[in-house]
């Protein structure tokens, strides 16, 4: 029967499938006239369906659950623009000796603004966070396995300490911390200084919080009520 011409041009981070098949960018198919084309379009891992476009036209609501767009009867040529994009939400699960700096692209790493962690946490993991991603501004560790490592690393988002003053990440501004650790080390927090929120009421096994581990952050109260403080230094905030 008579044929139409798609031309299908998806971006980086994600795939374009029809009948089965990866497309490559800029691929021209035929599609048989007054049939349905149905095309399934797969981001990558941590990456998100950011627009389609039909003939230039916005169709990315028509995109179903199973991430399928259905263009029925079709009669003319027309192009199909397909935008991928990196997900500035990531959640991962670190298991198996994994580490962030490895689990994620340096393109995620460099785009993440909230991430949350499951699994369990290495001391240079917390270095990843504080050096490689420049724009997380939300971090979520509250359900971090602490059986390998209870405790937030000396200088873990602190660049520079100083006793007049410190440098830290001053993108960060809420961090769930793993609910189970027991100690928060030296520095850990200092400098940074749009930090407001910190889930210390939730910090249930908490025992020691180090020098000026909150100095020079945004926090106002710090209430330690739930904790199990026996070691404050009188310099932490």
Same mark, same amino acid.
């Given at each position: 029967?008579?044929?139409?011409?798609?031309?299908?041009?998806?971006?980086?981070?994600?795939?374009?499938?029809?009948?089965?098949?990866?497309?490559?960018?800029?691929?021209?198919?035929?599609?048989?006239?007054?049939?349905?084309?149905?095309?399934? @379009?797969?981001?990558? =891992?941590?990456?998100?369906?950011?627009? %389609?476009?039909?003939?230039?036209?916005? !169709? $990315? &609501?028509?995109? +179903?659950?199973?991430?399928?767009?259905?263009?029925?009867?079709?009669?003319?040529?027309?192009?199909?623009?397909?935008?991928?994009?990196?997900?500035?939400?990531?959640?991962?699960?670190?298991?198996?000796?994994?580490?962030?700096?490895?689990?994620?692209?340096?393109?995620?790493?460099?785009?993440?603004?909230?991430?949350?962690?499951?699994?369990?946490?290495?001391?240079?993991?917390?270095?990843?966070?504080?050096?490689?991603?420049?724009?997380?501004?939300?971090?979520? @560790?509250?359900?971090? =396995?602490?059986?390998?490592?209870?405790? %937030?690393?000396?200088?873990?988002?602190? !660049? $520079? &300490?100083?006793? +007049?003053?410190?440098?830290?990440?001053?993108?960060?501004?809420?961090?769930?911390?793993?609910?189970?650790?027991?100690?928060?080390?030296?520095?850990?927090?200092?400098?940074?200084?749009?930090?407001?929120?910190?889930?210390?009421?939730?910090?249930?096994?908490?025992?020691?919080?180090?020098?000026?581990?909150?100095?020079?952050?945004?926090?106002?109260?710090?209430?330690?009520?739930?904790?199990?403080?026996?070691?404050?230094?009188?310099?932490?905030?």
């Amino acid at each position: 029967g008579e044929v139409v011409t798609y031309t299908v041009t998806p971006s980086e981070n994600g795939t374009v499938e029809y009948m089965n098949t990866s497309l490559l960018p800029q691929t021209t198919i035929q599609v048989k006239k007054g049939k349905d084309a149905v095309f399934t @379009l797969k981001p990558d =891992d941590y990456c998100i369906l950011e627009s %389609v476009l039909l003939n230039g036209n916005d !169709v $990315t &609501e028509q995109v +179903d659950e199973n991430f399928q767009l259905i263009v029925k009867d079709v009669k003319a040529d027309a192009t199909l623009e397909v935008t991928f994009a990196i997900n500035a939400h990531i959640a991962i699960e670190l298991v198996d000796g994994k580490h962030l700096n490895n689990a994620l692209t340096d393109e995620q790493k460099q785009m993440v603004t909230k991430l949350t962690v499951t699994g369990q946490l290495w001391e240079d993991d917390y270095y990843t966070m504080r050096d490689k991603m420049p724009l997380l501004a939300e971090v979520d @560790l509250s359900k971090v =396995d602490v059986s390998n490592m209870d405790y %937030v690393p000396y200088k873990a988002f602190c !660049v $520079t &300490e100083g006793w +007049d003053n410190s440098v830290g990440k001053t993108s960060l501004e809420s961090i769930q911390l793993p609910e189970g650790i027991r100690y928060i080390s030296e520095w850990a927090f200092s400098g940074c200084s749009n930090l407001k929120n910190v889930n210390f009421t939730e910090l249930k096994n908490l025992e020691g919080i180090s020098t000026r581990a909150f100095g020079w952050t945004g926090i106002n109260v710090i209430d330690l009520s739930q904790t199990q403080i026996t070691s404050l230094s009188s310099e932490f905030y």
